[in-house]
């Protein structure tokens, strides 16, 4: 079983910054990308980041250059800092993994069980 821990969430003044934190643990034998989704009330959830096992990144535009995804492999960790935030930024943010759970199984998603990120004006 995977499990993903996020943490960092909460209430922030616009043009501030948080930091996301997401830990995987379980039974894991290769990570093929971590990433955030985040979901706003009546909308679907989206993409927010996401970054390879080689490292490379994808953000999507409404928060490029504001928003820096990067990892911990030896804590099998993903983070996310935010800067300069707005109040179209406010959801709830998901963690995501696309791995591997043992040797020459098939990749699976998995999710955290969300952290809020509200921004006021």
């Known amino acids: 079983q995977v499990q993903l821990v996020e943490s960092g969430g909460g209430l922030v003044r616009a043009g501030g910054s948080l930091r996301l934190s997401c830990a995987a643990s379980?039974?894991?034998?290769?990570?093929?990308?971590m990433g955030w989704y985040r979901q706003a009330p009546g909308n679907q959830r989206e993409l927010v980041a996401r970054i390879t096992n080689g490292g490379s990144t994808n953000y999507a535009d409404s928060v490029k250059g504001r928003f820096t995804i990067s990892k911990d492999d030896a804590k099998i960790a993903v983070y996310l800092q935010m800067n300069r935030l707005k109040p179209e930024d406010t959801a709830v943010y998901y963690c995501?993994?696309?791995?591997?759970?043992?040797?020459?199984?098939?990749?699976?998603?998995?999710w955290g069980q969300g952290t809020q990120v509200t921004v006021s004006s």
């Open positions: 995501n993994a696309d791995l591997a759970p043992w040797h020459g199984s098939s990749w699976y998603d998995y």
């Open positions: 379980g039974t894991i034998f290769s990570i093929n990308t």
